[in-house]
């Protein structure tokens, strides 16, 4: 496992590799023409998250040759042998697809650390508002604009206040109206992709409930930044989410600035 000082040095490396990463993405957003395909998931793919990972895949074996890697968009590897994996890196090229082919801006760049089963590196690039988010286990969570000095994130946990509920344009779900309805008076910022955990981590938002499948790879750089930034991704029964399950599908899940607010009281299932 690489040391705090290695892991600093390193995501500063990572930080790079996301943001070109997000300039070949945007060649493709309403300009160079795409494939759109549909995988066995039932969920898109298109040229620009092939393009976008071919890159960050052949960076990371150059950054770091005998850390595996899993991405959403290559080959499975079987949990007969990642379960001996004890670090690796976690691979969302394109997070947001449907976002990206809707010519909307809310999708990301997203790549993540593991060691022994918890995200200890995340970075997450939004190319359209050339916005990095970033952080590592131990260390504060930050937040860049374009290209001004970054700054320190943190949480804001709230209390009597109208709760900020971030929720999927792409990905609506009863369970998320029942959710809402029980909370009762609220404030939805509807957004994509993991920018809806980045604004749980930057204190723009109280909370991001997500109801339905979602995959490893979505929520690991996340995690990190969140935990950094004084927050938490959870299970419905507040467990923090963990890494290489023998399924990479992860649980319905809470990414929430505030542990004192009783969230689970307004969970219907």
Known sequence: M?????????????NEVARTSGSIIRKY????????????????VTTADLAANE???????????????????SDSTSF??????????????????????????????NIALIHHNQSVLGSIYL???DQLYYATAGDHAHRRDQENTPI??????RTNLKPRICGSRSHPSKLMQKFLSNVGEHELLARGSSIKSCLVADGSADIYPR????????TAASQCIIEQAGGHLTDLDMHALTYNKESLL??????FANSNADWKSHITV
């Open 2 to 14: 690489f040391a705090n000082n290695e892991l600093k040095n390193l995501l500063q490396e990572i």
């Open 29 to 44: 957003f309403h300009t160079t023409p795409y494939d759109v395909d549909i995988k066995n998931d039932k969920s898109p």
């Open 55 to 73: 890159f960050i895949e052949q960076q990371l074996s150059i950054l770091a040759p005998d850390v595996p890697r899993i991405s959403e968009e």
């Open 80 to 109: 007969e042998i990642r379960k001996h994996w004890d670090t690796f890196w976690l691979i969302d090229p394109l997070d947001g697809t449907r976002e990206f082919i809707k010519n909307r801006p809310d999708f990301t760049v």
């Open 127 to 129: 190319p359209i508002r």
């Open 152 to 157: 320190v994130i943190n949480v804001v946990p």
């Open 211 to 218: 109801f339905g499948p979602t995959w490893e790879w979505d």
């Open 250 to 255: 992860n649980p319905s899940f809470l990414a």
